[in-house]
């Protein structure tokens, strides 16, 4: 069930936020069966919203049958405990249901163990909330992964986990330093795919290289890096990697739990940032991705490539509106084939084939 966000944008915006928040819900397994807004300056630091907020969202929940409320906005402990007691139902907040998310996606060891380094961290100063859900004894959305097997123990033996888990990613960081080494020495170029998730990285890559990436049209559809070689023509190829998706308000936790991951953009010769064109808010999105990358304080040369053009309405007009303002910037289209442009990038950053 959408919840209640802070309103300090229009309407609009609060809409395609909701939206983006029941693809989320949908994408953890939840059926969404209403929402409500509320427009504050400032959260309540008992409720985050105003009594009487919680009393309309009281009576929305029960003529819905809602069994969960996600709200849009980070919760701190205190206004989540405080929110379960007052609506007497599951509450869970935007952070809480992007790590529950990643817990179910993670496929490979070192994506698990990411992921359970950033619920631990989530989990750590809730733990007295989170004993009360286990006493239900019941799974769901929020109570999977680490959820339900660290929720019964104390504080110290999470902390405990916690060290030992970012020991081994510090240990996954330096095979991956050595691999790229490795690399270096071949002389094979690295060009990193980073973008807002469901953006269309995948299947560039599929379109680029031929591989048979996993693509899905669900938010998060993938977290596991994947490289494949994409020959440029002239025997000449580039090591093409695809990197974890970005989302508005991604958890402060699960980016530092992925560093070792994003360092694949940050050593990579080019950095591809793709850009789903066809979205009413890629430029919000835009955004949000190029501030990552900033805090990554990245090296290499990020190109824009906006990709979906096949479903942009006037594709000539955005085109060279995208070649002026993010320039220099490529646009394809996957679906299509028509990936010219990014090939031509890839070929100004590639080497000859030695083996």
Request: hydrophobic share 45%.
């Amino acid at each position: 069930m959408g919840a209640p966000r802070r309103g300090t944008r229009d309407a609009a915006n609060s809409d395609h936020h909701l939206d983006e928040l029941a693809r989320l819900a949908d994408t953890a397994g939840a059926d969404v069966v209403g929402r409500l807004v509320q427009r504050i300056q400032a959260p309540t630091p008992n409720l985050y919203l105003g009594e009487g907020k919680v009393d309309e969202l009281r009576q929305l929940a029960v003529d819905t049958q809602a069994s969960l409320l996600l709200f849009d906005e980070e919760l701190t402990p205190v206004q989540g405990k405080n929110l379960e007691a007052a609506l007497t139902l599951r509450v869970m907040d935007r952070a809480e249901l992007i790590l529950d998310i990643f817990a179910t996606r993670a496929r490979s060891k070192e994506a698990k163990l990411q992921v359970e380094l950033a619920q631990l961290e989530y989990l750590l100063p809730r733990l007295a909330r989170m004993w009360v859900h286990l006493s239900r004894i019941r799974g769901g959305i929020g109570l999977r992964g680490p959820g339900e097997t660290q929720i019964e123990t104390d504080r110290r033996m999470i902390r405990r986990k916690i060290s030992r888990l970012r020991v081994q990613l510090a240990d996954v960081e330096r095979h991956r330093a050595v691999l790229r080494q490795g690399r270096e020495r071949r002389g094979v170029r690295t060009a990193a795919l980073v973008g807002y998730t469901n953006a269309g990285k995948s299947s560039l890559l599929r379109a680029l290289t031929g591989s048979d990436a996993f693509i899905e049209d669900r938010l998060f559809a993938t977290l596991d890096t994947l490289a494949r070689d994409a020959h440029v023509g002239d025997g000449r190829r580039v090591r093409v990697v695809d990197t974890v998706g970005f989302i508005r308000k991604l958890p402060h936790n699960l980016v530092a739990s992925f560093r070792a991951t994003l360092e694949e953009a940050a050593q990579a010769d080019v950095v591809l940032h793709v850009i789903d064109a066809a979205h009413p808010q890629w430029e919000e999105q835009v955004a949000v991705v190029d501030r990552v990358l900033a805090d990554l304080d990245l090296p290499t040369h990020v190109i824009h490539v906006f990709t979906k053009m096949d479903l942009v309405r006037d594709a000539a007009a955005l085109r060279d509106r995208v070649r002026v303002a993010y320039a220099p910037a490529a646009c394809a289209s996957a679906a299509s084939g028509d990936v010219t442009e990014v090939v031509e990038v890839l070929a100004r950053h590639a080497v000859p084939v030695t083996g």
